[in-house]
C-alpha cells in the first residue's frame, strides 16, 4: 500500500526511522549530517562520504554530537571488518552511489548475521508512466548538477537482487514540491536470512 504524503510528514517519518536505529550504524552518503541530529547518542555511528566538501560539514556535525570523525569512502568499498556492523543505512543516497549493486553487496558484507539494511529512498515511478518516463529523461541533468542523483532506480530490488529478504517497507507517494507530481519514496528494512549469510 502506498500512502500520499507532503514533505513534512516525510520528515517526520524519517525521523521516527533514525530514532529506532541502534548499535554499530554505518550511513553511506551521509552528506553534510542532516541525520545526525535524529540518531540515537547511544549509536556508534560510522560514516561514509566521498565528497570531501560534504565531509567537512559532517565532521563538525559528527564531532558536536559526540559521534567519530567520518571516512571517505564509497558504499561500495566500505572500509569495514566482514560481519561487523549492527545497521547499514542509506538517506537518500542509494540514488546517488555509482554502482547500486555493488553497494548493497557490500552493505551485506559488512553486516552481522542479524544486521539490518535500512534506507529511505525516492524510487522509480511505476513501468509505464509518465512520471517514469520524466525521471529517465531529467536523471542526465541531475546525475550532473546533483551529487549524481538518479532519479528512477529500483533499490528494493536490488535488495532483494542482492539477498535481503523485506522486514517492512512502506512507500510513501510525497506531494508539495513540483505541483501535480507525487514523488514516489520508499522506506525499507531488510535482512539476510542466516542460511544465506
Ligand atoms: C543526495 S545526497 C544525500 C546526503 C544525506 N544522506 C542526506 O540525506 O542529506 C547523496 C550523497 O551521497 C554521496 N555519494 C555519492 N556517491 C557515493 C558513493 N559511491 N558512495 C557513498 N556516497 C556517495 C554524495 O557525495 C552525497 O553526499
Not at 529506532?20 to 550504524?25: A, C, D, K, Q, Y
Not at 508512466?129 to 536523471?139: F, H, K, P
Not at 542523483?149 to 508539495?176: E, I, K, M, Q
Amino acid at each position: 500500500m502506498t500512502t500520499r504524503v507532503g514533505y513534512e510528514r516525510l520528515r517526520q517519518v524519517r525521523r521516527a526511522m533514525l530514532g529506532g536505529l541502534s548499535g554499530t550504524v554505518v550511513e553511506v552518503g551521509a552528506g553534510e549530517g542532516r541525520d545526525l541530529a535524529d540518531l540515537p547518542g547511544s549509536a556508534d555511528w560510522i560514516g561514509i562520504e566521498p565528497s570531501s566538501r560534504a565531509r567537512r560539514r559532517l565532521a563538525e556535525k559528527a564531532a558536536a554530537r559526540g559521534f567519530r570523525a567520518p571516512l571517505a569512502a564509497r558504499a561500495e568499498a566500505l572500509p569495514v571488518a566482514d560481519g561487523s556492523i549492527d545497521v547499514v543505512l542509506a538517506v537518500v543516497a542509494l540514488c546517488s552511489v555509482d554502482d547500486l549493486d555493488r553497494a548493497l553487496n557490500e552493505a551485506r558484507r559488512v553486516l552481522r548475521p542479524g544486521g539490518r539494511l535500512v534506507f529511505l529512498e525516492h524510487v522509480a515511478a511505476p513501468a509505464g508512466s509518465g512520471l517514469r518516463v520524466l525521471q529517465r529523461a531529467a536523471t542526465p541533468v541531475t546525475a550532473a548538477l546533483d551529487r549524481n542523483c538518479h532519479l528512477a532506480r529500483d533499490p528494493l530490488a536490488a535488495a532483494a537482487r542482492t539477498g535481503f529478504t523485506t522486514v517492512s517497507v512502506d512507500r510513501y507517494d510525497v506531494t508539495g514540491r513540483v505541483p501535480g507530481i507525487a514523488w514516489p519514496f520508499v522506506m525499507y528494512e531488510g535482512a539476510i536470512s542466516p542460511a544465506r549469510h
